[in-house]
């Protein structure tokens, strides 16, 4: 037996999860990532850092300070449109190592005004990132506040940016059977395996709620949605002071389709088999996110993809300055990063990874959204 086998049979989460489906029935699959990923003392995230070679995944801040430095730039042109406020929080949901806030922070220093005036809140639950994240910004000069919630982050003129944060909160999923659309559910089938199934009853009304292509869709079909509770928290805040940026992998339009998907050691790997010991996600449904947030009264731009926004703030300019202070090897690997990051064709991270916008609707165009 392999060790990733023992660490398998063992996993305490799936014994919780088999326990309360043995006690309540199947589960739905919101349910079964939220256990998977946020359960307080075994989940995936409360348990590890997942990031990095070692890890399971890798992030586009891990990739490249070039990221996070344009980030930076960013919202150093936004706060300027803002009216150089002379407090402004910078808020980031799901902060990982700590490497981007770490990289804006560094890149922020260009404008001493700016520098200034930053404060800084992120929001994780995960006690082993946070402390990643300590380190990381230790010697960044702010003091640093953290909470579980957005709901606890203090309503003052921020900037809130989001990089794979969203596609981690639990999603829904409905399966259309017998003409009905019913909640997908995790099961335990034969052999005490994890598997799929689905509600005997349809979801009530579930037609009305959904966009027109899902209701042509085939018997089969997968839809799925999330809470827009954190979607509507962010565009009622930025709705009165302030501005926000969500990069995430995911669709412009709401449609069809089944991305709930597990990554182990950067390979995808089968979402019911590993309970807590692997990575959960599904794509972000783009449009869904820009209606809670404009529904709140901000505006949102029109999503674009990374690759375009990265270019349009100027990441081939920023990687000459870098090669031109280090070596041909680091050069390379300065290549390498800037083509992974903006690389446009279909499973280039510059084309599957989306960009949203939000600001409050007196502000002008972002930058990067204005072309
Ligand atoms: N933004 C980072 C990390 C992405 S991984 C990067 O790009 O490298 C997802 C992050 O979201 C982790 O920090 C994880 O602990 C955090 N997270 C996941 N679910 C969360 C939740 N419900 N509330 C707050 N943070 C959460």
């Given at each position: 037996?392999?060790?990733?086998?023992?660490?398998?049979?063992?996993?305490?989460?799936?014994?919780?999860?088999?326990?309360?489906?043995?006690?309540?029935?199947?589960?739905?699959?919101?349910?079964?990532?939220?256990?998977?990923?946020?359960?307080?003392?075994?989940?995936?995230?409360?348990?590890?850092?997942?990031?990095?070679?070692?890890?399971?995944?890798?992030?586009?801040?891990?990739?490249?300070?070039?990221?996070?430095?344009?980030?930076?730039?960013?919202?150093?042109?936004?706060?300027?449109?803002?009216?150089?406020?002379?407090?402004?929080?910078?808020?980031?949901?799901?902060?990982?190592?700590?490497?981007?806030?770490?990289?804006?922070?560094?890149?922020?220093?260009?404008?001493?005004?700016?520098?200034?005036?930053?404060?800084?809140?992120?929001?994780?639950?995960?006690?082993?990132?946070?402390?990643?994240?300590?380190?990381?910004?230790?010697?960044?000069?702010?003091?640093?506040?953290?909470?579980?919630?957005?709901?606890?982050?203090?309503?003052?003129?921020?900037?809130?940016?989001?990089?794979?944060?969203?596609?981690?909160?639990?999603?829904?999923?409905?399966?259309?059977?017998?003409?009905?659309?019913?909640?997908?559910?995790?099961?335990?089938?034969?052999?005490?395996?994890?598997?799929?199934?689905?509600?005997?009853?349809?979801?009530?009304?579930?037609?009305?709620?959904?966009?027109?292509?899902?209701?042509?869709?085939?018997?089969?079909?997968?839809?799925?949605?999330?809470?827009?509770?954190?979607?509507?928290?962010?565009?009622?805040?930025?709705s009165r002071h302030g501005a926000a940026l969500v990069?995430?992998?995911?669709?412009?339009?709401?449609?069809?389709?089944?991305?709930?998907?597990?990554?182990?050691?950067?390979?995808?790997?089968?979402?019911?088999?590993?309970?807590?010991?692997?990575?959960?996600?599904?794509?972000?449904?783009?449009?869904?996110?820009?209606?809670?947030?404009?529904?709140?009264?901000?505006?949102?731009?029109?999503?674009?993809?990374?690759?375009?926004?990265?270019?349009?703030?100027?990441?081939?300019?920023?990687?000459?300055?870098?090669?031109?202070?280090?070596?041909?090897?680091?050069?390379?690997?300065?290549?390498?990063?800037?083509?992974?990051?903006?690389?446009?064709?279909?499973?280039?991270?510059?084309?599957?990874?989306?960009?949203?916008?939000?600001?409050?609707?007196?502000?002008?165009?972002?930058?990067?959204?204005?072309?």
């Amino acid at each position: 037996m392999t060790v990733a086998a023992v660490l398998d049979a063992t996993s305490p989460v799936k014994t919780e999860i088999r326990r309360l489906i043995r006690i309540a029935g199947p589960m739905p699959v919101s349910q079964y990532m939220e256990l998977c990923l946020s359960h307080p003392q075994h989940g995936y995230y409360a348990t590890r850092d997942p990031l990095g070679q070692a890890g399971d995944f890798t992030t586009a801040p891990e990739i490249s300070q070039m990221f996070g430095e344009l980030i930076g730039l960013w919202a150093a042109s936004v706060w300027q449109s803002m009216g150089t406020p002379n407090r402004i929080c910078l808020v980031e949901l799901g902060p990982g190592r700590g490497t981007m806030m770490a990289d804006i922070l560094r890149a922020a220093k260009i404008l001493p005004a700016f520098d200034e005036a930053i404060s800084v809140h992120l929001v994780e639950t995960s006690p082993a990132l946070r402390e990643r994240q300590r380190e990381k910004l230790s010697d960044a000069g702010k003091s640093i506040v953290w909470d579980d919630r957005l709901d606890n982050v203090p309503k003052i003129p921020s900037i809130y940016f989001a990089n794979e944060f969203f596609d981690a909160l639990p999603v829904r999923q409905a399966i259309k059977h017998g003409n009905a659309w019913h909640e997908r559910t995790v099961e335990i089938g034969t052999g005490d395996k994890l598997q799929f199934g689905c509600a005997p009853d349809p979801l009530t009304a579930f037609e009305e709620t959904i966009p027109f292509d899902a209701r042509l869709a085939p018997e089969g079909s997968i839809f799925e949605w999330r809470s827009p509770y954190s979607a509507l928290e962010l565009g009622r805040r930025v709705s009165r002071h302030g501005a926000a940026l969500v990069v995430d992998y995911g669709h412009t339009r709401s449609a069809v389709g089944d991305t709930f998907q597990a990554v182990r050691s950067h390979k995808f790997a089968d979402p019911l088999a590993s309970p807590g010991l692997a990575d959960l996600t599904a794509h972000v449904d783009f449009e869904a996110l820009a209606d809670a947030i404009s529904s709140m009264g901000a505006r949102a731009e029109k999503p674009l993809d990374q690759g375009t926004f990265l270019k349009r703030l100027g990441i081939a300019t920023r990687a000459t300055a870098l090669k031109a202070n280090t070596d041909a090897s680091g050069a390379k690997a300065i290549d390498a990063a800037l083509e992974r990051l903006t690389a446009m064709e279909k499973t280039g991270m510059g084309h599957l990874f989306k960009v949203l916008g939000a600001a409050q609707k007196d502000l002008p165009a972002l930058p990067g959204f204005d072309a």
